[in-house]
T-cell receptor, first 117, second 113 residues
């Protein structure tokens, strides 16, 4: 079974400080991992993905994520947080189960990021 | 065009009403999805269409009826809903290739009164 876990419901950080939003995964086979962000009353916006290749993935709005196979983690990071980064962040993994060709996404429970001025 | 467009943005309906949610994409994606999302929770998969055929129904009550009239359109027909069905309904699409991300619409905020 494919799953991701986001251990923190809430992350608070001061503007200008680095931020990390944590995600760990459990998959059979190679993981296809994604980060999405959701602003209030809006849909999900894609930030970045890891499929293969470099462990450090760069994405939209200055975000990056580090894939760590030994720790089965895919933490989202940003060197300097902005107030406008305050939103709900979801980690997701694609279903790569044999016979599943639709690649359905399994989401973590979400982490609310608050950046204060 | 990398957008998934959902209409309406907001909908209030009574428990005896019939209404429809609409979703449209012009990216040539052949997989389309309906998700239901409660506040501060992750999206829950409801239906998946692949090449205009229903591929996955996540045991959704029959008061929700999906329809995919063509490769660009996805509808969700609503009838006799309950107040607990109030939620944000999200449409998404993706190419069949699993390496690519899914694109989400802005959602329809549904309130059942």
């Amino acid at each position: 079974a494919q799953s991701v876990a986001q251990p923190e419901d809430q992350v608070n950080v001061a503007e200008g400080n680095p931020l990390t939003v944590k995600c760990t995964y459990s998959v059979s086979g190679n993981p296809y991992l994604f980060w999405y962000v959701q602003y209030p009353n809006r849909g999900l916006q894609f930030l970045l993905k890891y499929i293969t290749g470099d462990n450090l993935v760069k994405g939209s709005y200055g975000f990056e994520a580090e894939f760590n196979k030994s720790q089965t983690s895919f933490h989202l990071k940003k060197p300097s947080a902005l107030v406008s980064d305050s939103a709900l962040y979801f980690c997701a993994v694609r279903d790569m189960t044999r016979g599943s060709t639709l690649g359905r996404l399994y989401f973590g429970r979400g982490t609310q990021l608050t950046v204060w001025p | 065009d990398t957008e998934v467009t959902q209409t309406p943005k907001h909908l209030v309906m009574g428990m005896t009403n019939k209404k429809s949610l609409k979703c449209e994409q012009h990216m040539g994606h052949r997989a389309m999805y309906w998700y239901k999302q409660k506040a501060k929770k992750p999206p829950e998969l409801m239906f998946v269409y692949s090449y205009e055929k229903l591929s996955i129904n996540e045991s959704v009550p029959s008061r929700f009826s999906p329809e995919c009239p063509n490769s660009s359109l996805l509808n969700l027909h609503l009838h006799a809903l309950q107040p607990e069905d109030s939620a944000l309904y999200l449409c998404a699409s993706s190419p069949r290739q699993v390496e690519t991300e899914a694109f989400f619409g802005q959602g329809t905020r549904l309130t059942v009164v």
